[in-house]
């Protein structure tokens, strides 16, 4: 049963276990899905209040539309970092395949872009949600950029064991996301991705 099938508490007892896979790449990605789930449920109720604003309630559904993309890819990506963990140390021999190690970082290099994405849109959630759904949101925020982060360090770590001819362009990849965090402009977003 791949990661995102199962229970949480499943999926928990499967980290916590003597098992390589699920591992950090797996949680952070469904850290990001929660975080996303929370501001799409932001959006939810700022809906069902309705306002006065066409373009406003527009708007918030064209996020939610978008939160929900994030949190299937986010989803896809922690059964994806699973199966990866498991192909490079399941069987102990140490011995994996140069694209399975390429995966290793394009993985969580999916991740973070994706989990910058919810952030993005957990800001203007924020900013436009009403009721106490807002506090969620800002927890989704939290949780989002959690992911980001930690899958950014995940990647810079597996790019560092890359001799790869790719390796450079990967780690230009991780730098350019690294800038665009820093950039307040959410026009700036890194879209949609999953890892390439």
């Given amino acids: 049963m791949s990661p995102s099938e199962r229970t949480v508490e499943a999926l928990v007892d499967g980290i916590a276990s003597e098992r390589v896979a699920p591992a950090g790449g797996t949680a952070l990605a469904v850290s990001g899905a929660m975080g996303a789930a929370l501001c799409e449920m932001c959006c939810v109720h700022t809906l069902a209040r309705g306002s006065d604003d066409a373009n406003g309630d527009e708007r918030v559904a064209d996020l939610r539309a978008d939160l929900a993309r ?11 970092d699973a ?11 140490g011995d994996a395949a140069p694209e399975a190690r ?3 970082a394009t993985v969580p290099l999916a991740i973070a872009e994706t989990a910058l994405d919810v952030c993005r849109a957990a800001e203007e959630v924020i900013d436009r949600g009403r009721g ?16 980001f982060r930690g ?3 995940t990647a810079r770590r597996s790019l560092a064991l890359l001799d790869d001819p790719a390796a450079a362009d990967l780690r230009e990849r991780l730098d350019a996301l690294e800038a665009a965090a820093a950039d307040p402009d959410p026009a700036n977003s890194s879209g949609d991705r999953e890892d390439r």
């Fill in 102 to 104: 390429k995966r290793a």
């Fill in 83 to 93: 199966a990866v963990v498991d192909e490079l140390f399941g069987s102990g021999s």
């Fill in 132 to 147: 106490d759904a807002v506090a969620d949101a800002e927890t989704g925020r939290y949780l989002a950029e959690s992911a």
């Fill in 70 to 80: 994030h949190r299937e890819t986010l989803l896809a990506l922690a059964d994806r």
């Fill in 151 to 153: 899958a950014l360090a």
